[in-house]
């Protein structure tokens, strides 16, 4: 069974990024950082490089994260490495978030290929993901209901996650089980959460995990509205709202 299906006790508290209020976000630091922090789970966004690797960036971009020129999937492996993340931190493959910082956390890999569709990603992280054995501890998300789609078909025992923002089509953002893109999660905009909706989608059979609150008002109504996870960029902060002493 799946660990992300789990009853819980409370809403699971996921690391945005990592712990990326206080390290460079999507870098071993951030993930090793959340841990520490007490997170039961961190989000990441997976790219494919030029040479085929799956890495860790969340921008399509290089500037904002590491100052250089360019876009992630015209960059191979080697030449991502010579780049500062930020502190000195490397950009990392998926690869090395599951050997070096996810052990025993729940894993929410972002499928972001939004600008380089057809690229192979969804392959390429269900291959990692199969290798490393932790099909129980992931989920994938996408904003992409055809990227989704793709999960399912290759993936079936992998958990899936729809996002959506308040610019996402209307559409999209009410439907609670479209078959285009079959999933188990929503993960909605925290601005977006309501008590009433959470009940909705909870009553046909989905899950929410809101994403990013960050400021303990906000964390706080996360709660009250039912959702099942918190994702923020500091663990620390939403344990501290949550009132969790473990």
Not at 237 to 242: V, Y
Request: with cysteine.
């Amino acid at each position: 069974m799946n660990h992300w299906l789990l009853p819980h006790e409370r809403p699971l508290v996921i690391g945005h990024r990592g712990a990326s209020a206080h390290a460079p976000e999507n870098t071993l630091a951030a993930f090793r950082l959340a841990r520490e922090q007490g997170a039961d789970g961190i989000e990441l966004d997976a790219k494919r490089c030029a040479s085929g690797e799956v890495v860790i960036m969340h921008d399509p971009e290089l500037r904002r994260t590491t100052g250089a020129a360019g876009k992630v999937h015209e960059w191979t492996l080697a030449d991502l490495r010579t780049l500062d993340a930020g502190r000195g931190e490397r950009v990392p493959t998926l690869d090395e978030v599951f050997e070096g910082a996810g052990s025993g956390l729940l894993v929410n890999v972002e499928v972001t290929n939004y600008s380089t569709p057809d690229d192979g990603l969804e392959a390429a992280v269900i291959d990692v993901v199969r290798r490393h054995g932790i099909a129980d501890r992931v989920v994938f998300s996408s904003f992409n209901p055809l990227s989704l789609r793709q999960l399912a078909a290759l993936a079936a025992d992998i958990p899936r996650a729809f996002l959506f923002s308040p610019e996402s089509p209307l559409d999209l953002q009410q439907v609670f089980a479209d078959p285009l893109m079959p999933h188990q999660f929503r993960h909605p905009h925290y601005s977006l959460v309501t008590a009433e909706m959470v009940e909705l989608w909870r009553a046909s059979g989905i899950l929410v995990n809101a994403w990013t609150a960050n400021a303990r008002a906000d964390i706080r109504r996360m709660v009250a509205c039912g959702v099942n996870g918190i994702i923020g960029d500091s663990p620390r902060t939403i344990r501290e709202a949550l009132q969790i002493r473990d």
